[in-house]
């Protein structure tokens, strides 16, 4: 059975850091992308990061980049974020997602499997 458990969210102040945690079960990691995605209150939902598992490709949306760091721990099926020099308008529900295949897309229709969500607040 395909799972993703994600963690690590929390309140945090403006500048502030959290590491996301992704951990994965039930199928083989290294033919998968994730992805993670993030949703804010009234907003529509968008990808943030992604790592192709296969070929340890990555990629991050504008918004975040020079700030957000993806990485994966291959011995434990988990695929982690790095996030530093947080800003309020980061704050949304973080999920992990997985797509069979190499390549990191944006859609979230594309991904088949997903965790349950982790709240990320960005407030003083």
């Known amino acids: 059975q395909v799972q993703l458990v994600g963690s690590g969210g929390g309140l945090v102040q403006p500048g502030g850091s959290l590491r996301l945690s992704c951990a994965t079960s039930?199928?083989?990691?290294?033919?998968?992308?994730i992805n993670w995605f993030r949703q804010a209150p009234g907003k529509e939902r968008e990808g943030v990061s992604c790592?192709?598992?296969?070929?340890?490709?990555?990629d991050y949306a504008d918004s975040v980049k020079g700030r957000f760091t993806i990485s994966r721990d291959n011995a434990k099926d988990t695929v982690y974020l790095q996030m530093n020099s947080l800003k309020p308008e980061d704050t949304g529900v973080y999920y992990c997602?997985?797509?069979?295949?190499?390549?990191?897309?944006?859609?979230?229709?594309?991904?088949?499997?997903w965790g349950q969500g982790t709240q990320v607040t960005v407030s003083s």
């Open positions: 790592i192709s598992m296969s070929d340890g490709s990555l």
């Open positions: 039930g199928f083989t990691l290294k033919h998968y992308v």
């Open positions: 997602a997985a797509r069979l295949g190499r390549l990191c897309v944006y859609g979230d229709r594309e991904y088949g499997y």
